[in-house]
C-alpha cells in the first residue's frame, strides 16, 4: 500500500513558521489532508484538498503539495499550536483507501 | 450540530469479541461513507474500515480483515464495528469519522472508545 513520511519532530518559537512535510511517492497527484491532534483529543481536520480550510480554522494554516512533498504551514504559530500532525491520502489504486503518515509532533519552544 | 458518539469499548482476553457502536446526530447518515479509524497508545492514527452510504464498497486494513467486520444501520442513525478473534496488537482508542463526499477527508470525529486486549 502507499506509504506516507512525516518527520518525527518539529520545532518552533512562538511568531515563527513552522513546515511539516508529508513525503510520498508522486502525491502531488493525490489530494492530500491534514489533521491535528492535541493530547487526549480527536483529530481535528485543519486542511484538506491540499489547501482548503475548514471553516473556523484559522487562515494562520496553510498547506500545498506537489512531486513528491506536501507540506503543512503554520505561520505565526501560538503555543496553542502544539499538537500532532498527520497528513492522509485517499489512494484509489488498491483496497486500502485511507493512509496515514506516521505523525509529526510540533513543539513550541 | 454535527456529533458522533462511540461506546462498546472496554477490557477482552485475546481471542474474545467486541463490539463497537458511534452514534450519530446533526447530519443524515444515509449520505455519508463512515470510517473507523484506530490509534494504539502512544502511537499514530491507523485507518481501519470503510462503509459507504449505500454499504456498496466496504473496505477493510490488512490487520483486520477476516476477523472485523464493519455495518451500519442508517435507520438507526449507527455505524457498528464487529470485532472477532481480538489480538494484544488490536488494543486502541478506536474513532468513528464521518467522510466528506467530495474531498474523501475525515471532517468529522467521535471521541473515541479505548479496546484493551490483554490476558
Known amino acids: 500500500s502507499y506509504v506516507l513520511t512525516q518527520p518525527p519532530s518539529v520545532s518552533v518559537a512562538p511568531g515563527q513558521t513552522a513546515r511539516i512535510t508529508c513525503g510520498g511517492d508522486?502525491?502531488?497527484?493525490?489530494?492530500v489532508h491534514w489533521y491535528q491532534q492535541k493530547p487526549g483529543q480527536a483529530p481535528v481536520l485543519v486542511v484538506y484538498?491540499?489547501?482548503d480550510r475548514p471553516s473556523g480554522i484559522p487562515e494562520r494554516f496553510s498547506g500545498s503539495n506537489s512531486g513528491n512533498t506536501a507540506t503543512l504551514t503554520i505561520s505565526r504559530v501560538e503555543a496553542g499550536d502544539e499538537a500532532d500532525y498527520y497528513c492522509?491520502?485517499?489512494?484509489?489504486?488498491?483496497?486500502?483507501?485511507?493512509?496515514f503518515g506516521g505523525g509529526t509532533k510540533l513543539t513550541v519552544l | 450540530e454535527v456529533q458522533l458518539v462511540e461506546s462498546g469499548g472496554g477490557l477482552v482476553k485475546p481471542g474474545g469479541s467486541l463490539r463497537l457502536s458511534c452514534a450519530t446526530s446533526?447530519?443524515?447518515?444515509?449520505?455519508?461513507?463512515m470510517n473507523w479509524v484506530r490509534q494504539a497508545p502512544g502511537k499514530g492514527l491507523e485507518w481501519v474500515s470503510s462503509?459507504?452510504?449505500?454499504?456498496?464498497?466496504?473496505f477493510y486494513a490488512d490487520s483486520v480483515r477476516g476477523r472485523f467486520t464493519i455495518s451500519r444501520d442508517n435507520a438507526k442513525n449507527s455505524l457498528y464495528l464487529q470485532m472477532n478473534s481480538l489480538r494484544v496488537e488490536d488494543t486502541a482508542v478506536y474513532y468513528c469519522?464521518?467522510?466528506?463526499?467530495?474531498?474523501?477527508?475525515?471532517?468529522?470525529w467521535g471521541q473515541g472508545t479505548l479496546v484493551t486486549v490483554s490476558a
Open positions: 469519522a464521518r467522510e466528506d463526499y467530495a474531498s474523501s477527508s475525515c471532517d468529522y
Open positions: 446533526g447530519f443524515s447518515l444515509s449520505s455519508y461513507t
Open positions: 462503509i459507504s452510504s449505500s454499504t456498496t464498497y466496504i
Open positions: 508522486n502525491i502531488g497527484s493525490k489530494s
Open positions: 484538498d491540499d489547501s
Open positions: 492522509q491520502v485517499w489512494d484509489s489504486s488498491d483496497n486500502y483507501p485511507k493512509v
